[in-house]
C-alpha cells in the first residue's frame, strides 16, 4: 500500500474516532483546518523538545544514574543517593552549582517562599521590577496582611510596574535599588496575568542591568510553567535561582508532588537549612518511594511540555480565527505553556471549563460549577481531572467569573489530549449555540 493510502486510511478511521466521543464532523475538519498551518510552529517545538530531551538524558548520564537511585530511603533519609543524585541532575539541566529537588517542598508557592525565606534577613528589602507577583506571592512576602509573611519579620517589599506595553522602567528599577535591596524576584511568567510572558534573553537583560548596578544583589527568577519551553532556562543568564513547582512542566506529569530550587550554592545551602533545620540541611529528608517518578518524570518533561506547547498554540489559533482576543496570540513566540482567550461572556467561560472537564481521563462525568474560592475576589471555575491533584501541567483550566471574563487554559501530557479537549470545547461552543458558524 502506498503511504498516501495509508494516511487517508488512517484520517477515516480518527474521523469516526472523534464523532464516537462526540466531536462533529464541521469541529473535526474546523480543526484540522486550522493544524494544517500549524506544521512548520509544531517542527519548531519539537526541535525544542528534542534538544531539551538531549541536555536531559546527558544530565542523567553524566551524573551517572544507576538503578540504586531509585530505591529510595526512609527515617532521616542519610546518604540518599537517588535523591543526592537527582539533585545533581537538576543542577546539571540548569546549569547552576547545586539545586534542591524534594517532596518536602509541597508546591510551587512554598519553594518561592523557602527561596525568600532563607535568602533574606531583617532589614534586608525584596524588589520585584516585574510588577505584582503571583497571587499567592502577596502572602508570603506580606502584600497582603498574612501570618508567618517576610513582612513580619521586617523584610520590606519594592515594587516597579511594568510600563504600557509591557517592558521593564529600566529609570525606575534603578531608582528602586537601595542600600537594603538584597534581593530581585523576576516571575517568568505572566501567570493568571495580562502583561506579556518574559523570554529568557529579556531576563538576562533584566538581570545584567541590575547585576551592572548592584552585583551583590540575589536575581531570583520564579520559573513556573516556563522550564523546558525555550533551550535556555534563566540560569543561563546570570539568575542566581531559578525556582518551581514538580506538577507543572519538570515534574512531566509523573511528580506527584514537590518543588525546586536550583542556583547558587550557597542559595541552595541557605534555603536546606531552612527547609529541614540549621545544622541538618541537605543531608535529611527522606525520600520514601517517590525518586523514580521524580526521574522519569524529569525525563519525560520536555516532550510533555511540547504538548503542552502545542495544545496553548492550537487553541490561540482556533479562538482567534472565531474572534476572540487571545494571549499570546496565534503568531506570537512563547516563553510558558498559558493560553488566555477572553470571551466576553460568563456562559462561555463555564462551557469552556465543563467540555475542559469532559475532555479528561479522570473525573470526566463531573460538570464542574463556579464558586467561592478562598483568596479570589470573584467565583471562579475549574476544570481538572488529572491523575495529580491540582496538576496544571495536566489538561486544565480556570476562569474567573468576572469582566472581562477570560479562561486560563494549560496543559497537556500529550498533545493528542490537548487537542481533543480543545475540540471538545469548540464542540459545545457550537451545540449551545454560542458561536456561530464556523467558517475559515
Ligand atoms: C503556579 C505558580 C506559582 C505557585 O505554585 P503553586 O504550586 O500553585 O503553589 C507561582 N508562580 C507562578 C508564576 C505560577 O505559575
Given at each position: 500500500m502506498s503511504s498516501q493510502t495509508e494516511s487517508n486510511k488512517n484520517k477515516i478511521s480518527l474521523d469516526s474516532r472523534y464523532r464516537e466521543l462526540g466531536i462533529s464532523e464541521e469541529v473535526y475538519r474546523f480543526g484540522e483546518k486550522i493544524l494544517d498551518g500549524l506544521r512548520e510552529r509544531f517542527a519548531r517545538i519539537d526541535e525544542i523538545a528534542e534538544w531539551n530531551q538531549l541536555k536531559v538524558l546527558q544530565a542523567m548520564q553524566e551524573n551517572r544514574v544507576s538503578e540504586a537511585c531509585l530505591y529510595g530511603t526512609s527515617g532521616y533519609g542519610y546518604n540518599d543517593l537517588g535523591r543526592e543524585t537527582l539533585e545533581r541532575v537538576y543542577a546539571s539541566v540548569f546549569h547552576t552549582e547545586d539545586a534542591l529537588v524534594r517532596p518536602q517542598i509541597t508546591c510551587g508557592t512554598h519553594a518561592l517562599a523557602l527561596a525568600l525565606m532563607s535568602n533574606l534577613r531583617p532589614g534586608d528589602e525584596l524588589l520585584s521590577p516585574v510588577g505584582k507577583p503571583y497571587d499567592t506571592l502577596e502572602e508570603v512576602i506580606g502584600i497582603r496582611q498574612s501570618k508567618g509573611s517576610l513582612r513580619e519579620y521586617g523584610i520590606m517589599y519594592r515594587q516597579v510596574e511594568l510600563l504600557s506595553d509591557g517592558s521593564f522602567d529600566y529609570d525606575q528599577i534603578e531608582k528602586a535599588l537601595?542600600?537594603?535591596?538584597r534581593l530581585v524576584t523576576i516571575q517568568r511568567s505572566k501567570g493568571y496575568q495580562t502583561r506579556p510572558t518574559f523570554s529568557v534573553d529579556q531576563i538576562g537583560e533584566l538581570i545584567s542591568f541590575i547585576k551592572t548596578r548592584r552585583p551583590d544583589v540575589l536575581c531570583m527568577v520564579d520559573n513556573c510553567y516556563g522550564e523546558f519551553v525555550e533551550t535556555k532556562e534563566p540560569s543561563d543568564v546570570g539568575a542566581d535561582m531559578v525556582v518551581g513547582s514538580l506538577i507543572k512542566n519538570p515534574g512531566g506529569g509523573l511528580a506527584p508532588i514537590g518543588g525546586y530550587i536550583a542556583g547558587k550554592r550557597e542559595c541552595v545551602e541557605n534555603a536546606a537549612y531552612r527547609l529541614t533545620s540549621p545544622g541538618l540541611g541537605k543531608e535529611v529528608g527522606a525520600s520514601l518511594s517517590i525518586l523514580p517518578a521524580f526521574y522519569q518524570g524529569l525525563f519525560l518533561a520536555p516532550t510533555v511540555t511540547a504538548s503542552a506547547l502545542k495544545g496553548a498554540v492550537f487553541a490561540a489559533n482556533i479562538y482567534e480565527k472565531l474572534g476572540f482576543d487571545v494571549l499570546?496570540?496565534?503568531?506570537q513566540s512563547r516563553h510558558d505553556i498559558i493560553q488566555a482567550v477572553t470571551f466576553h461572556e460568563p456562559e462561555m467561560v463555564i462551557a469552556f471549563c465543563q467540555a475542559i472537564q469532559a475532555a479528561a481521563p479522570v473525573d470526566s462525568f463531573v460538570l464542574p460549577q463556579p464558586s467561592d474560592m478562598p483568596g479570589y475576589d470573584s467565583q471562579v471555575i475549574m476544570a481538572a481531572g488529572a491523575f495529580v491533584s491540582g496538576s496544571s501541567i495536566e489538561l486544565s483550566a480556570d476562569g474567573p467569573i468576572k469582566p472581562p471574563y477570560t479562561v486560563f487554559f494549560q496543559g497537556g501530557l500529550t498533545w493528542q489530549h490537548a487537542k481533543f479537549g480543545i475540540l471538545k470545547t469548540l464542540q459545545s461552543f457550537v451545540e449551545k449555540r454560542l458561536i456561530k458558524e464556523l467558517f475559515l
Open positions: 537601595s542600600e537594603r535591596t499570546p496570540d496565534s503568531k
